[in-house]
């Protein structure tokens, strides 16, 4: 089961969507306490539905909280704390990619050649993997459809072939 460290960006959109359970089912997740705080108690005291779906994945184990430090770095203006932590995560437990949404993030990942998938990318793995079908996953993507960036929207509903009327 692939290892996925989450920035909040990547849970807050899953959640929203309503898959959420369906991509921690499917894979080893991970997110840090800051992340947690971002997406869970933020979201919480502004009372976002989704702020309870991400708290419920951690509270049955589905998604493993992390307590990590940021490290002081000359990058630390260009990310949040929540990425940063989410780096130090990836390095320190071997994951296998970074899951997030944000452009900023996704281009420093891309400059130092760290793998990391998007959510709607997540959606097409879970149904190239069979473990949910096309209309589940034509569903998931038009939960995120206003989320993310159209040209991913468009590209993960083409590789799964459109959706199911």
Request: one cysteine or more; hydrophobic letters at 40%; charged letters at 30%.
């Amino acid at each position: 089961m692939p290892k996925i460290v989450f920035d909040a960006d990547a849970l807050i959109k899953l959640a929203r969507a309503g898959i959420l359970p369906q991509v921690t089912g499917a894979f080893d997740c991970h997110a840090t306490r800051v992340v947690q705080r971002e997406a869970v108690d933020a979201g919480k005291a502004k009372m976002y539905e989704d702020a309870l779906r991400i708290e419920d994945e951690i509270g049955r184990g589905r998604i493993r909280v992390h307590a990590i430090s940021a490290p002081k770095t000359e990058e630390s203006g260009e990310l949040g704390t929540g990425e940063l932590t989410a780096l130090s995560l990836f390095a320190r437990i071997g994951a296998d990619a970074i899951a997030s949404d944000d452009r900023k993030f996704l281009s420093k990942l891309e400059r130092d050649g760290i793998p990391f998938v998007t959510p709607t990318q997540l959606l097409v793995a879970l149904w190239k993997s069979g473990k949910i079908s096309r209309k589940s996953a034509a569903r998931g993507l038009e939960g995120l459809r206003h989320f993310v960036p159209e040209h991913s929207y468009k590209n993960a509903l083409n590789q799964i072939g459109g959706i199911e009327q």
